[in-house]
T-cell receptor, first 118, second 112 residues
């Protein structure tokens, strides 16, 4: 069975600090997808990134960066120079590609509540 | 980007009534949609996979007779909570799959 662990329940930092959100996953499949979503207080899930299991290249998008390490089954997310607007709950998720051409429903971690203080 | 809508955004109903929630993919066709439930301060749990033109696939522990899913077209899936009870009060979110899963804004259901 697949599982996603986000050990950090809540993180609070002061604005402009860098912050890393941890994500560790478990799966028996060799082909799978990893995701990060942001959920602001409004509740809507905002897609941040999708990574397939064959692509271990790290990615940077503005202040956001992701570190995918298959050796440790981790997919960590770093926000550089954090801003108050980054405050939200962040979810890491996993999907196994059981069927050709796409992924299944997502298994979510419990989420990390990130608080950026001004 | 891909847009998914949900209606209604919020609903309050009496115990015993049925509530229908719609999920639409606005600018793409989705043969597969997913329904999730999120209790306050908890994670999202996959309830079922909705397949256009066929029966939905439910996750273990989810009652298919209570949560009726219909995926009648490539842009619309509906979730009907039948005979709702207070314990069904939750945040229901759908997603539609293109290359990745795009989520709707969610529906807050409160059963009195």
């Amino acid at each position: 069975a697949q599982k996603v662990t986000q050990a950090q329940t809540e993180i609070s930092v002061v604005e402009k600090e860098d912050v890393t959100l941890d994500c560790v996953y478990e799966t028996r499949d060799t082909t799978y997808y990893l995701f990060w979503y942001k959920q602001p207080p409004s509740g809507e899930l905002v897609f941040l990134i999708r990574r397939n299991s064959f692509d271990e290249q790290n990615e940077i998008s503005g202040r956001y960066s992701w570190n995918f390490q298959k050796s440790t089954s981790s997919f960590n997310f770093t926000i550089t120079a954090s801003q108050v607007v980054d405050s939200a709950v962040y979810f890491c998720a996993l999907s196994e590609a059981r069927r050709r051409g796409g992924a299944d429903g997502l298994t979510f971690g419990k989420g990390t509540h990130l608080i950026i203080q001004p | 980007g891909a847009v998914v809508s949900q209606h209604p955004s919020r609903v309050i109903c009496k115990s015993g009534t049925s509530v229908k929630i719609e999920c639409r993919s606005l600018d793409f066709q989705a043969t597969t949609m997913f329904w999730y439930r999120q209790f306050p301060k908890q994670s999202l749990m996959l309830m079922a996979t909705s397949n256009e033109g066929s029966k939905a696939t439910y996750e273990q522990g989810v009652e298919k007779d209570k949560f009726l899913i219909n995926h009648a077209s490539l842009t619309l899936s509906t979730l009907t909570v039948t005979s709702a009870h207070p314990e069904d009060s939750s945040f229901y979110i759908c997603s539609a799959r293109m290359e990745t899963q795009y989520f709707g804004p969610g529906t807050r259901l409160l059963v009195l």
